[in-house]
Every structure is written in structure tokens, then in C-alpha cells.
């Protein structure tokens, strides 16, 4: 592996590009027309125009992200996290071309995007899953006969994808048909897959998740858990490590049961298994995200190791350079998510053109950005701009340095969720760690 073309953009692919010049590897960047004069694109020692600035015909298009590796001579392909990341038709289409995937196989990539499948692949492997159908639904009458065993609340899940699309929570059996009818039609809309299976629906659980790695040569570790809860329709704003009031039988609990399922579907490379904790306790399977995650940095500051320099390494051939016994945790690392939109209407999306930012650096900070000021925030992309990371001798050290370099931060010309977050990392019960899945939603931090 000599030279690698990432097919991304922003914040990921310019930290792909930091761990390739770690291995002296070249470096290939793809772009839309939207994003020409972007950041990442500079990065890179080679940058090759995809199309047009829709994804569709550009970062999600496989032909034309083959054709730039051809055109550029990479000889492997990194696919950050979101577009074509957990595309099993992707990694396949890279390994006919005779590409590395610097991923999992696509079998494991196909099974896990599979949420039904995963499940039954979880449950067999003695991972605990949420209880519901055991596969996909044919109709309403079927979803009334599992919630006679399950209960409810319970929640329709599209079977063909994650992150909360296409989901509809039900309180009665009255409202199961018209459930039914929108979650069907939205998973179709989303993953081009109508089918929905059933879960019962948890109140106000803790979403946490055991980042694992594993090699082609039979070595699985984990390198200890994240947790997620800060979320907004399903979608996490604020991620740290350790997760706080965690009871250590519980941690031990996820961590064995998420290398026993990278295990049992002879994973390779870097992956996710996420979790749902109930207030008693109890953990379920969520999902399985065969990628790079977008809070990696926080398992690298409590770690000190580096996940996208093992994952090029791993793909490489090579084993592990980690034992699991030497994977240990020091201090606490807590990352924000800092998006352009605003807040005051349900996180609507806020274009245009960055005046001003302004990130502090400092000791025990990190900063993960795809952005400058002068750079164009366009509605083709997701729009998260940066990331910002701050690590502490324990969790108190790390939420202080956050919250006093969250003050300091400015970004001009668009709205952020930079006061959000301010309001967030004050509110009592995220001091305390008292966290759950449904704080933003059910208006905590208002």
C-alpha cells in the first residue's frame, strides 16, 4: 500500500491524510465542484474532481470515486465515516478493482447494515438484544402479535439502515397500522429498503459503545467504552470516555459481549458495537458501525493510541500493535460536535460563508476541523464544522478546559450550536453525569 485516495471530504478526510504522512503514504483527495477550494483539499499531495457539488454525483457516485483511484494511481481507499462508509457494495466494487478497503470485508459490512440480520448474528454470538421480532414485519397484524409478547411502548426500526431514520415509536395497538405505514414509506425513502422489524421502545436509556479493532490474523481487542447520550433525533452531540457512573460489571459486561460479536462475524479493522443501558442496568445490541467513528478522538486521548494509523496498518496485512491487557484508560476526554445550525429552530440547517473562526488551542485541546474562515457551508453536506476535544486528569479537569474553550470560540456569518453546547456542558445533570438518550429532545436544555 503506497498511496491512498480518501472518500470523503472535511474534517475526516484531513485527518486521514495526518495518520498517512505518520506511515509515508500518499495521499489522494476527491472533491464536488461545491468544494474546490476546501480545506481537505489542500491536504493532500493529489486532488482529483469527482462532479457536480450533489453527492449523488459526486462522493456517493462508486464509478467515478474508482475512476479518480485509477486516474490518480491509489492503490487503497479510506472511506471516513458517512456517504459510502458501511456501503458493502463500495468495499466490494474497491476489492474487484483491486483495491484495499481500508475497512472490514464486505460480508461483515453487508450483515451489520442488515439490522435485522445483525441481530440475529448478535443473539447467537450471546450478545444481548433488545426484545422484539425476530426479523422483518409483513404488515401491521404482525407488529400487534409481537407487541402482545413485547409490550409497549415499542418502536418500528428500518432494517435497512441506522441513526435513528425511519424509526416511529408506538404507544397503543390503535396506532400500530398508521406506524406501520409511515416507517415503512420512510425507510423505503431512505435505504431503498421498505422492510421494519420491532423492538420494545426504552425510556430514557443510556446509549454507550465499545470501540473494538481487530486484525486478519484472529486478534480481537476493544479499547473501552464512549458514551453517546447527548443526542438530537438520534444523533450525538456530545461524546466522552470513560462513561461516567458506569458500574464496572456493566462495562465489563459490554466490552465482553462487543469483542464476542466482532468475533463472531470474523470482523477486521476498526468498528463500533453500540449499546442501549436501561436504569436497572441492562444492556442491549443497538447496531454495529463498521467504520471510523466520528468520536474516535476521544478513545485516542484516554488511550494515547491512534486508530486511523491501526487501521492503515490492519489493512496493510499487519497484526495488531496492541495487546488487550496494555489498552488502558488514563484520565477523561469529552468531544462537541459543533454543527452550523440553529438551535432556536430544531437544529435547522444554517449556510453560508464562515466570516470568522476562531478555535482556541491550548494543553489537553484538540481541534478536528474541516473549516477556515472564508469557507462556504453548503446545503449539499452534512453540516458539522469542527469538532473540539478536551482531555483532564478526570472527568471534572476535562468538562472545565471544554466548557472554558467553548467560551472562546467563535465562528461568524453562520449559526452554530456553539451556545447550545455552552448550555448543555451547565446543565446540572450533565455535570453529575446523569445522562440519557432524550434530554435534548424532551427539552432538558431549554
Same mark, same amino acid.
Given at each position: 500500500?503506497?498511496?491512498?485516495?480518501?472518500?470523503?471530504?472535511?474534517?475526516?478526510?484531513?485527518?486521514?491524510?495526518?495518520?498517512?504522512?505518520?506511515?509515508?503514504?500518499?495521499?489522494?483527495?476527491?472533491?464536488? &465542484?461545491?468544494?474546490?477550494?476546501?480545506?481537505?483539499?489542500?491536504?493532500?499531495?493529489?486532488?482529483?474532481?469527482? *462532479?457536480?457539488?450533489?453527492?449523488?454525483?459526486?462522493?456517493?457516485?462508486?464509478?467515478?470515486?474508482?475512476? %479518480?483511484?485509477?486516474?490518480?494511481?491509489?492503490?487503497?481507499?479510506?472511506?471516513?465515516? *458517512?456517504?459510502?462508509?458501511?456501503?458493502?457494495?463500495?468495499?466490494?466494487?474497491?476489492?474487484?478493482?483491486?483495491?484495499?478497503?481500508?475497512?472490514?470485508?464486505?460480508? %461483515?459490512?453487508?450483515? @451489520?447494515?442488515?439490522?435485522?440480520?445483525?441481530?440475529?448474528?448478535?443473539?447467537?454470538?450471546?450478545?444481548?438484544?433488545?426484545?422484539?421480532?425476530? *426479523?422483518?414485519?409483513?404488515?401491521?397484524?404482525?407488529?400487534?402479535?409481537?407487541?402482545?409478547?413485547?409490550?409497549?411502548?415499542?418502536?418500528?426500526?428500518?432494517?435497512?439502515?441506522?441513526?435513528?431514520?425511519?424509526?416511529?415509536?408506538? =404507544?397503543?395497538?390503535?396506532?400500530?397500522?398508521?406506524?406501520?405505514?409511515?416507517?415503512?414509506?420512510?425507510?423505503?425513502?431512505?435505504?431503498?429498503?421498505? %422492510?421494519?422489524?420491532?423492538?420494545?421502545?426504552?425510556?430514557? #436509556?443510556?446509549?454507550? &459503545?465499545?470501540?473494538?479493532?481487530?486484525?486478519?490474523?484472529?486478534?480481537?481487542?476493544?479499547?473501552?467504552?464512549?458514551?453517546?447520550?447527548?443526542?438530537?433525533?438520534?444523533?450525538?452531540?456530545?461524546?466522552?470516555?470513560?462513561?461516567?457512573?458506569?458500574?464496572?460489571?456493566?462495562?465489563?459486561?459490554?466490552?465482553?459481549?462487543?469483542?464476542?460479536?466482532?468475533?463472531?462475524?470474523?470482523?477486521?479493522?476498526? *468498528?463500533? @458495537?453500540?449499546?442501549?443501558?436501561?436504569?436497572?442496568?441492562?444492556?442491549?445490541?443497538?447496531?454495529?458501525?463498521?467504520?471510523?467513528?466520528?468520536?474516535? #478522538?476521544?478513545?485516542?486521548?484516554?488511550?494515547?493510541?491512534?486508530?486511523?494509523?491501526?487501521?492503515?496498518?490492519?489493512?496493510?496485512?499487519?497484526?495488531?500493535?496492541?495487546?488487550?491487557?496494555?489498552?488502558?484508560?488514563?484520565?477523561? %476526554?469529552?468531544?462537541?460536535?459543533?454543527?452550523?445550525?440553529?438551535?432556536?429552530?430544531?437544529?435547522? #440547517?444554517?449556510?453560508?460563508?464562515?466570516?470568522?473562526?476562531?478555535?482556541?488551542?491550548?494543553?489537553?485541546?484538540?481541534?478536528?476541523?474541516?473549516?477556515?474562515?472564508?469557507?462556504?457551508?453548503?446545503?449539499?453536506?452534512? #453540516?458539522?464544522?469542527?469538532?473540539?476535544?478536551?482531555?483532564?486528569?478526570?472527568?471534572?479537569?476535562?468538562?472545565?478546559?471544554?466548557?472554558?474553550?467553548?467560551?472562546?470560540?467563535?465562528?461568524?456569518?453562520?449559526?452554530?450550536?456553539?451556545?447550545?453546547?455552552?448550555?448543555?456542558?451547565?446543565?446540572?445533570?450533565?455535570?453529575?453525569?446523569?445522562?440519557?438518550?432524550?434530554?435534548? =429532545?424532551?427539552?432538558?436544555?431549554?
Amino acid at each position: 500500500m503506497n498511496t491512498v485516495l480518501v472518500a470523503n471530504r472535511g474534517e475526516i478526510a484531513r485527518r486521514v491524510f495526518r495518520a498517512c504522512r505518520r506511515l509515508g503514504l500518499r495521499t489522494v483527495a476527491v472533491y464536488s &465542484e461545491a468544494d474546490k477550494d476546501a480545506l481537505h483539499v489542500r491536504d493532500a499531495d493529489r486532488a482529483v474532481l469527482l *462532479g457536480p457539488a450533489p453527492a449523488r454525483e459526486s462522493y456517493l457516485d462508486v464509478e467515478r470515486l474508482l475512476d %479518480a483511484a485509477r486516474r490518480s494511481g491509489a492503490d487503497a481507499v479510506h472511506p471516513g465515516y *458517512g456517504f459510502l462508509s458501511e456501503s458493502w457494495r463500495f468495499a466490494e466494487a474497491c476489492a474487484r478493482a483491486g483495491l484495499t478497503f481500508i475497512g472490514p470485508p464486505a460480508e %461483515a459490512v453487508r450483515a @451489520m447494515g442488515d439490522k435485522t440480520e445483525a441481530r440475529r448474528l448478535m443473539a447467537a454470538a450471546g450478545v444481548p438484544t433488545v426484545p422484539g421480532s425476530p *426479523g422483518p414485519i409483513a404488515d401491521a397484524a404482525e407488529a400487534v402479535a409481537v407487541a402482545a409478547k413485547v409490550g409497549f411502548p415499542l418502536v418500528l426500526k428500518a432494517a435497512g439502515g441506522g441513526g435513528g431514520i425511519g424509526m416511529a415509536r408506538v =404507544d397503543r395497538a390503535a396506532d400500530l397500522a398508521t406506524a406501520f405505514a409511515t416507517a415503512t414509506r420512510r425507510a423505503q425513502s431512505a435505504f431503498a429498503n421498505p %422492510a421494519v422489524y420491532v423492538e420494545r421502545y426504552l425510556e430514557r #436509556p443510556r446509549h454507550v &459503545e465499545v470501540q473494538v479493532f481487530a486484525d486478519a490474523h484472529g486478534s480481537v481487542v476493544h479499547l473501552h467504552e464512549r458514551e453517546c447520550s447527548i443526542q438530537r433525533r438520534h444523533q450525538k452531540l456530545i461524546e466522552e470516555s470513560p462513561a461516567p457512573n458506569l458500574a464496572a460489571a456493566i462495562k465489563d459486561g459490554l466490552t465482553e459481549a462487543a469483542v464476542a460479536g466482532a468475533r463472531a462475524i470474523g470482523y477486521v479493522n476498526a *468498528g463500533t @458495537m453500540e449499546f442501549l443501558v436501561d436504569a436497572a442496568g441492562g444492556f442491549y445490541f443497538l447496531e454495529m458501525n463498521t467504520r471510523i467513528q466520528v468520536e474516535h #478522538p476521544v478513545t485516542e486521548e484516554v488511550t494515547g493510541l491512534d486508530l486511523v494509523v491501526e487501521q492503515l496498518r490492519v489493512a496493510a496485512g499487519e497484526r495488531l500493535s496492541w495487546r488487550q491487557q496494555a489498552i488502558v484508560q488514563r484520565g477523561a %476526554a469529552i468531544e462537541v460536535r459543533v454543527y452550523a445550525e440553529d438551535p432556536d429552530k430544531n437544529f435547522l #440547517p444554517s449556510p453560508g460563508t464562515i466570516a470568522r473562526l476562531e478555535v482556541p488551542a491550548g494543553d489537553r485541546l484538540r481541534v478536528e476541523s474541516g473549516v477556515e474562515s472564508g469557507s462556504v457551508v453548503t446545503v449539499h453536506y452534512d #453540516p458539522l464544522l469542527f469538532k473540539l476535544i478536551a482531555g483532564g486528569a478526570d472527568r471534572d479537569e476535562a468538562l472545565a478546559r471544554l466548557r472554558a474553550a467553548l467560551e472562546t470560540t467563535v465562528v461568524e456569518g453562520v449559526r452554530t450550536t456553539v451556545p447550545f453546547l455552552r448550555k448543555v456542558l451547565d446543565h446540572p445533570d450533565v455535570r453529575r453525569g446523569v445522562l440519557h438518550t432524550q434530554m435534548v =429532545d424532551q427539552g432538558a436544555f431549554r
